[in-house]
């Protein structure tokens, strides 16, 4: 209750218990006009608040489990809220028990790798061995066999020729040894016979040899070459065919590592959010739960109440930094200025007093639903709160000092009345009545006003019950 008040109140009272006739009805108290220095200063509501206060936010949603007590206090580390994860748990149990046998089918695909790497490598091995006996085989052949047929051949022409010209040779003398006695006619005629015989033989041997030089050396030389080139072949043909499995049983392997990583990756979330389902406090502090706003209200949280991910359920004020928020109007924020004294009051705490200035004034005003009152927040500090218990959300009163007006006059605003834009007051006549005197007012805060003309220092201006009628107002 300031002073103006009280002033009121004992008006009242006086102007009821005093006589209507007596000339001093009206009068409260003489308050001689002083001069010195006026502190210009606003008075607004606030409440405490943490400078720096912790936002705890769930990282999922799901039902309340537990949780702590709205208003108690924490250490770091300690448990806050726990959500219901049986759910998770559950399907974090399915999942393990997927990856387990994803990983017992990859390593099983992985020893059915190794063992067509094997596999392959015979293969491999195998076309090459099959090219190195193609290649034995033709130059055997071209080296050995097909030489010592030729020579074969052609021996047996040779041989079949010499025996031909002998045996010829031989027929030539025979009729000679006919007409002298010395054969018979019918071994002339053998002789004969076999003559043909060894000329159809070295026919025979010349025309085995020109059947092997025209059809069985090509033919058989083609066959041999054409088994190398086939042996060629088939080595690069079973390495595309080896490089293609491989390349196909790799993707499936790369499927299967990915499809394994992203099952660990699923169970490593689900492991994280059971995890985030239990949120302990990160800094000592005491618990305030999220109230919701003006147009969605709530109570404290309770075991059974659905949060979802990213909402803010809870804060934890730092109580060893606190500073006082409050609104002021849009009338006076513009004398505001960031290092202004304040005072700031607190009623729940025996009216305990701190000092401290203006931190922070808000750029923009903050609308209030259903008023036309622009009010900006402006941020105050306190200091030497030392050994102060204090609790978020008490209830302040705070005094900014706007500005010291040094070497002024200044009465009691309360004796200053005004007319039609004149203020005046009343100072006491030689007969003791209340006589009007006009004066010029500069600024005032709640208690004071500036004159700045009409008055000397040393005078009494007259703080009255009422301002009386004019028939009881001295001459000047």
């Given at each position: 209750m300031n002073r103006l008040t009280v002033i009121c109140a004992l008006c009242l009272c006086l102007w009821s218990c005093q006589d209507a006739d007596d000339s001093t009805v009206y009068i409260i108290e003489r308050v001689p006009v002083a001069q010195g220095t006026l502190d210009i200063s606003i008075t607004e509501d606030g409440s405490l608040d943490s400078a720096n206060s912790v936002d705890i936010k769930t990282e999922i949603g799901g039902d309340i489990l537990w949780v702590i007590e709205d208003g108690s206090?924490?250490?770091?580390?300690?448990?806050?809220?726990?959500?219901?994860?049986?759910?998770r748990k559950e399907g974090l149990e399915s999942k393990v028990f997927?990856?387990?046998?994803?990983?017992?089918?990859?390593?099983?695909?992985?020893?059915?790798?190794?063992?067509?790497?094997?596999?392959?490598?015979?293969?491999?091995?195998?076309?090459?061995?099959?090219?190195?006996?193609?290649?034995?085989?033709?130059?055997?052949?071209?080296?050995?066999k097909s030489p010592f047929t030729k020579k074969e051949h052609e021996l047996k022409v040779e041989s079949a020729r010499i025996a031909l010209d002998d045996h010829q040779d031989k027929v030539t003398r025979m009729?000679?040894?006919?007409?002298k006695g010395f054969i018979t006619q019918s071994e002339l005629r053998q002789a004969e016979l076999r003559a043909r015989e060894l000329a159809q033989d070295l026919e025979r041997s010349e025309r085995n040899l020109d059947v092997w030089k025209t059809f069985d050396h090509p033919q058989e030389l083609a066959r041999k070459t054409s088994d190398l080139e086939s042996a060629t072949l088939n080595i690069q043909?079973?390495?595309?065919?080896?490089?293609?499995?491989?390349?196909?049983?790799?993707a499936t392997l790369k499927s299967k590592e990915f499809q394994i990583q992203r099952q660990r990756t699923k169970i490593e979330k689900k492991q994280k959010e059971i995890g985030q389902m239990i949120i302990t406090a990160p800094a000592d502090g005491i618990v305030v739960h999220d109230s919701g706003n003006s147009w969605n209200k709530k109570g404290p949280l309770k075991i059974g109440d659905n949060v979802h991910s990213n909402e803010m359920i809870m804060s934890l004020p730092d109580l060893s930094n606190m500073v006082v928020q409050t609104k002021v109007n849009e009338v006076n924020v513009g004398k505001l200025q960031e290092g202004q004294s304040t005072t700031s009051v607190i009623e729940?705490?025996?009216?305990?007093?701190?000092?401290?200035?203006?931190?922070?004034?808000?750029?923009?005003?903050?609308?209030?639903?259903?008023?036309?009152?622009?009010?900006?927040?402006?941020?105050?500090t306190l200091e030497e709160t030392e050994g102060a218990h204090f609790r978020p959300d008490l209830s302040v009163k705070v005094t900014i000092l706007l500005e010291s007006i040094p070497d002024v006059l200044f009465i009691p605003l309360g004796a200053v009345y005004q007319t039609d834009g004149q203020a005046y007051c009343y100072v006491e006549d030689d007969d003791g009545r209340p006589?009007?005197?006009?004066?010029?007012?500069?600024?005032?805060?709640?208690?004071?006003?500036?004159?700045?003309?009409?008055?000397?220092?040393?005078?009494?201006?007259?703080?009255?019950?009422?301002?009386?009628?004019?028939?009881?107002?001295g001459n000047d």
């Open positions: 206090e924490v250490k770091k580390g300690d448990k806050l809220i726990e959500l219901d994860s049986q759910e997927e990856l387990e046998k994803s990983e017992r089918e990859l390593e099983e695909f992985r020893e059915e790798l190794k063992i067509f790497g094997m596999e392959a490598e015979r293969r491999r091995q195998e076309a090459i061995d099959k090219r190195a006996f193609a290649e034995m085989a033709l130059s055997q052949y071209k080296e050995g009729p000679a040894l006919l007409e043909r079973e390495e595309m065919r080896i490089k293609s499995e491989l390349n196909r049983k790799q729940a705490m025996n009216n305990a007093s701190y000092i401290g200035e203006v931190r922070k004034i808000a750029t923009t005003a903050s609308d209030t639903w259903g008023s036309s009152v622009k009010e900006y927040m402006t941020e105050v006589k009007r005197r006009d004066v010029t007012i500069g600024s005032a805060n709640d208690d004071m006003v500036i004159v700045q003309d009409g008055l000397t220092e040393g005078e009494e201006v007259l703080l009255l019950a009422a301002e009386p009628e004019k028939t009881d107002i």
